[in-house]
C-alpha cells in the first residue's frame, strides 16, 4: 500500500517563497507520475505541476517561472519550490501519485499568501 504525506505549507507575504515536500512510502511502480494539485475555496482542484518517472515537467501556465518541481528518487521524496507567490496562490496543495494501477493522494498542505 502506497502512503503519501506531504508538508511544508505555511502563511506566507507576497512575493515569499514556500518549498513543499511529498514523501512516498511502499511499493511504488517504476513508471509513474508524480505531482501537486492545488485548490482554492470554491474552486475547482487544479494541477500545478507534475514530473514524470522518465523526468517530463509540466506546469499550470500561472506559475512558470515561479513554481519549480523536482524529485530525489532515492528518497521517493517530490518537491515544489514556490517563488514570488501571490495571494492568488493561496490554496490547499495535495501531492498526487499516478501509477498503471492506481491513484493516491496526500492529505493536503495549506499554503496562504498575503497581500
Known amino acids: 500500500q502506497v502512503q503519501l504525506v506531504d508538508f511544508g505549507g505555511g502563511l506566507v507575504q507576497g512575493g515569499g517563497s514556500l518549498r513543499l515536500s511529498c514523501v512516498a512510502s511502499g511499493t511504488i511502480f517504476s513508471s509513474n507520475v508524480m505531482g501537486w494539485y492545488r485548490q482554492a475555496p470554491g474552486k475547482q482542484r487544479e494541477l500545478v505541476a507534475a514530473?514524470?518517472?522518465?523526468?517530463?515537467?509540466n506546469y499550470v501556465d500561472s506559475v512558470k517561472g515561479r513554481f519549480t518541481i523536482s524529485k530525489d528518487n532515492a528518497k521517493n521524496t517530490v518537491y515544489l519550490q514556490m517563488n514570488s507567490l501571490k495571494p492568488e496562490d493561496t490554496a490547499v496543495y495535495y501531492c498526487h501519485l499516478h501509477t498503471p494501477a492506481q491513484d493516491y493522494w496526500g492529505q493536503g498542505t495549506q499554503v496562504t499568501v498575503s497581500s
Open positions: 514530473i514524470t518517472s522518465g523526468g517530463s515537467i
